[in-house]
């Protein structure tokens, strides 16, 4: 029997390849935007799980039939919503080999090559953008990295971390007080434009975080940072956590975190850098400049599943010192401990869940399999490919463009009311050639653009604007009737 599964996980893993490389060649053809309705799977399918058996070819069939219809595709070169989720034909295959390996990799014994590839893996990557050497384990300190699923759950485990942190320092200067009134006391500072997880993890961590106004580029500033700092202390409170955004999801805009970084580290607040889009162009040298400052992080994080071409889930995250976060989250019972604990990471203490797959293959396979400059050249293209979508925008004196176009997004819109761009956006979407999603900021709703696609090319930002421009067209005539 295992045999003959075996012959047929070979002939249905070539087909499924061969349905893969085939879609993904020619995902230009295909609607971007579903046209179903929520509901229209269940008839499609029968309502119980078969007794017996099916054929591999009919599920490959039904790939089509009932998945196809309902997927939104985010490797369209016409998908051009939120940020990019990455995909590369070297990070599939990685995944098929892990989950091959199938290891869960919580211990060091559990499966070594596991942890110590992502160790490595960790250091390749944070050499590469350039992340001072305090972060990488390789420099023989306390610090290094660690694959977390999301940058959200990179936000809550430094909360997490720098809690336990700040708990520690109060009890040690005032043992009379009790835990509870320690962390009653606790309070955390980020951006208003900071992503909807960072307030997520303050609910989540139990503890108050404070949403600061960035200035009028949208910054955060360190001025700003430090003058809620000091009203907190005088209100008998005790600041402990500060995230600082590099590509804000609203407009990419950068906090000034050369300025954030002295401020938290004279007040002994942790600083947690989100960098989870604009994070991958510091393999670029030439936009390393918008992380100056980074030295003074206590945490890094970005997300090479949104644009190194390394498939979802691959959040890499570093930490200065990750012993706040093994001693906060340390449960250790005797059917998790081995003889090696202590000489290598037990990642079960960097992270939320126990469990864990063996994401730094992917890592490996894309670093490898691609090189340094390769993944350079993605990003670069993708930046290029967003300034001549603005110069579209820019020759049109209908619309305006609300932000600095750093990265691989372009906030615009039509010259005129939020109403007036929100029915621009819907009349967009409608058709399905393209899809955008909106923004607001100060209440102005704006329409945002960002090349997510490794198939983008001119001509499709060509048909992309083709499709603005005349969805313009049709709106500023109604409007005139």
Not at 125 to 153: N, R, Y
Not at 185 to 203: N, P
Request: charged fraction near 25%.
């Amino acid at each position: 029997m295992d045999e003959m599964e075996a012959n047929q996980f070979r002939e249905f893993g070539k087909a499924m390849i061969d349905y893969t490389a085939e879609y993904l060649e020619n995902i230009r053809d295909r609607r971007v935007l579903p046209t179903v309705e929520p509901g229209y799977l269940r008839p499609l399918i029968p309502e119980n799980a078969p007794e017996k058996p099916e054929k591999w070819e009919d599920v490959l069939k039904d790939v089509e039939k009932v998945i196809m219809p309902g997927i939104t595709h985010w490797h369209s070169p016409r998908f051009h919503a939120y940020f990019p989720t990455a995909n590369s034909y070297p990070a599939i295959v990685a995944d098929i080999l892990s989950g091959a390996i199938a290891c869960i990799g919580f211990t060091w014994i559990a499966s070594p090559a596991c942890t110590e590839l992502e160790v490595v893996m960790l250091d390749w990557l944070g050499k590469a953008l350039g992340l001072p050497k305090e972060f990488l384990a390789c420099s023989g300190g306390k610090g290094g990295g660690v694959i977390q699923g999301t940058a959200s759950e990179a936000t809550l485990v430094a909360l997490l971390g720098a809690k336990a942190k700040a708990i520690a320092v109060e009890k040690k200067k005032h043992p009379e007080m009790k835990e509870s009134e320690i962390i009653a006391k606790l309070v955390g500072y980020t951006s208003s434009q900071s992503h909807s997880s960072v307030e997520r993890a303050g609910l989540l961590g139990g503890v108050r975080l404070r949403s600061l106004q960035p200035d009028a580029s949208n910054k955060l500033r360190g001025e700003t940072v430090e003058q809620a700092i000091k009203e907190d202390r005088e209100a008998g409170l005790i600041p402990f956590y500060c995230v600082a955004t590099l590509g804000t999801t609203s407009s990419c805009t950068f906090d000034r975190l050369d300025e954030i970084g002295p401020v938290c580290n004279e007040n002994e607040v942790w600083l947690h850098v989100d960098a989870a889009y604009a994070g991958s162009s510091f393999i670029c040298p030439e936009y390393r400049y918008l992380m100056k400052g980074i030295e003074r992080a206590d945490s890094f994080n970005f997300n090479p599943h949104k644009w190194l071409l390394v498939n979802f889930d691959c959040s890499a995250m570093w930490l200065k010192d990750p012993s706040w976060l093994v001693n906060a989250f340390n449960v250790d019972p005797l059917y998790l401990k081995h003889e090696q604990q202590g000489s290598a990471p037990d990642y079960r203490h960097w992270q939320i869940p126990l469990g864990r797959r063996f994401r730094a293959l992917k890592l490996w396979f894309v670093l490898r399999l691609y090189g340094l400059e390769n993944l350079q050249a993605h990003i670069r293209k993708h930046i290029a490919l967003a300034h001549y979508f603005e110069s579209k925008v820019r020759g049109d004196d209908r619309f305006e463009i609300t932000e600095e176009v750093l990265m691989g997004l372009v906030c615009f819109r039509l010259k005129g009311t939020n109403e007036l761009n929100e029915v621009l956006l819907k009349k967009i979407n409608g058709k399905g050639v393209i899809h955008l999603v909106p923004s607001k900021i100060r209440d102005t709703y704006f329409l945002r653009l960002a090349i997510c696609s490794r198939f983008t090319e001119e001509n499709d930002i060509d048909v992309s604007w083709k499709e603005v421009k005349e969805a313009a067209d049709e709106v500023l005539a109604e409007q005139k009737q």
